[in-house]
C-alpha cells in the first residue's frame, strides 16, 4: 500500500487547492465593459449583432405583415412605412452583418495566427464603443416622434425629392449623424 500527499497550498493561501475564485456579480460586468481582451470584444460584437437581428427581425416582421394583404393598414402613414423600411436595412447591414464578421474576427483571428491579442487592443475597444454608440444614436432617434427620418425608403438612403421646400434638416439629422459614426468604427 503507498500513500500519496496532497500538493502544498502556495505561501499566503487561505483557499484550499483547487478551489474556484468567487468575485462579485458586480466586477464581472464591470470588467466585461472595460476589456481590451480580443476575446471579450468578440464576444460583445457578436451579442450585440444578434440584439441588432433580433430588432430589425421584428421591424421585417411589422413590414411583411403591412404586405399581407393589399389595403391592410397596419403602418399608419407611407412615411412611417419608408422610415421602417430605412431602418431595417440599416439596422441589418450596418448594426447586424458588419459587426457580426467584426466579432468572429476579434475572436478568432488572433486564435488562428497564434497572437496573444490584436496589435492595438484599446483601439479596438474604442471602435467597439463607438459602433454601440452610433447604433444606439440611430435607433433611438427613430423611436424619437420629432426625430423621425425622411427617407425614401431605400436602405442605402437615396434622398427623395423634397414634399416641401421646408423639409427640415433636423429630422434625419439623428440618423445622419449616427450613421457615419457606426460604419466609421467597422474600419480600423
Known amino acids: 500500500m503507498t500513500t500519496t500527499t496532497a500538493p502544498a ?4 493561501s487561505s483557499q484550499p ?6 468575485e462579485r456579480k458586480g466586477n464581472v460586468l464591470v470588467k466585461w465593459l472595460t476589456s481590451t481582451d480580443h476575446k471579450v470584444i468578440g464576444y460583445l460584437y457578436l451579442i450585440t449583432s444578434f440584439i441588432y437581428f433580433c430588432i430589425g427581425g421584428v421591424m421585417a416582421l411589422i413590414i411583411r405583415a ?8 397596419i ?4 412615411e412611417q412605412y419608408n422610415q421602417l423600411f430605412t431602418m ?11 459587426p457580426l464578421f467584426a466579432g468572429f474576427a476579434n475572436v478568432l483571428m488572433p486564435l488562428q495566427i497564434g497572437a496573444p491579442d490584436v496589435a492595438f487592443p484599446r483601439l479596438n475597444a474604442f471602435a467597439y464603443w463607438a459602433f454601440n454608440f452610433g447604433s444606439l444614436m440611430a435607433v433611438a432617434g427613430f423611436f424619437t416622434p420629432r426625430v423621425r427620418l425622411r427617407s425614401g425608403g431605400s ?4 434622398s427623395p425629392r423634397p414634399r416641401s421646400r421646408r423639409a427640415s434638416a433636423a429630422t434625419s439629422g439623428c440618423w445622419a449623424s449616427a450613421c457615419p459614426v457606426s460604419a466609421r468604427s467597422s474600419v480600423r
Do not use: D, N, W, Y
Request: proline share 8%.
Open 9 to 12: 497550498r502556495p505561501a499566503g
Open 75 to 78: 403602418i399608419q402613414t407611407r
Open 88 to 98: 431595417h436595412g440599416t439596422i441589418m447591414l450596418l448594426m447586424f452583418a458588419t
Open 17 to 22: 487547492f483547487g478551489a474556484a475564485k468567487v
Open 66 to 73: 403591412q404586405l399581407f394583404e393589399p389595403g391592410l393598414e
Open 155 to 158: 436602405p442605402i438612403s437615396h
